[in-house]
């Protein structure tokens, strides 16, 4: 079993920074990809970005430019560096881990979530 555990959310003004981490334990030997969603107040859940075991990051569109994708595989954790935010970046963002690699599926676990908001 994989645990998974999200942390850095808050509340940001409009054009501000935040930096998520996602810390995953337990059996981490069957972890592969590493990434993120998000569901918005009236949305669905929405794919942002998925990052391999060596590193590569691949995102979502509309996230491009503005977020970045980190890994750091000593310490099972992934990072989610978010900059020039705006109100509809507002969720709750929720990391989850992957048996295989991005894109294949696989087992998966996921978080319990971290919320965003971005005030105008």
């Known amino acids: 079993q994989v645990v998974v555990m999200e942390s850095g959310g808050g509340l940001v003004q409009v054009g501000g920074s935040l930096r998520l981490s996602c810390a995953a334990s337990?059996?981490?030997?069957?972890?592969?990809?590493m990434g993120w969603y998000r569901q918005g107040p009236e949305s669905q859940r929405e794919f942002l970005a998925c990052?391999?075991?060596?590193?590569?990051?691949n995102y979502a569109d509309f996230v491009k430019g503005r977020f970045t994708g980190s890994r750091d595989n000593s310490k099972n954790t992934i990072y989610l560096q978010m900059n020039n935010l705006n109100p509809d970046d507002t969720g709750i963002y929720y990391c989850?881990?992957?048996?295989?690699?991005?894109?294949?599926?696989?087992?998966?676990?996921w978080g319990q979530g971290t919320q965003v908001t971005v005030s105008s």
């Open positions: 989850f881990t992957a048996s295989r690699d991005c894109g294949y599926g696989g087992r998966s676990s």
């Open positions: 990052t391999s075991k060596l590193g590569f990051t």
């Open positions: 337990g059996n981490i030997s069957m972890i592969h990809a």
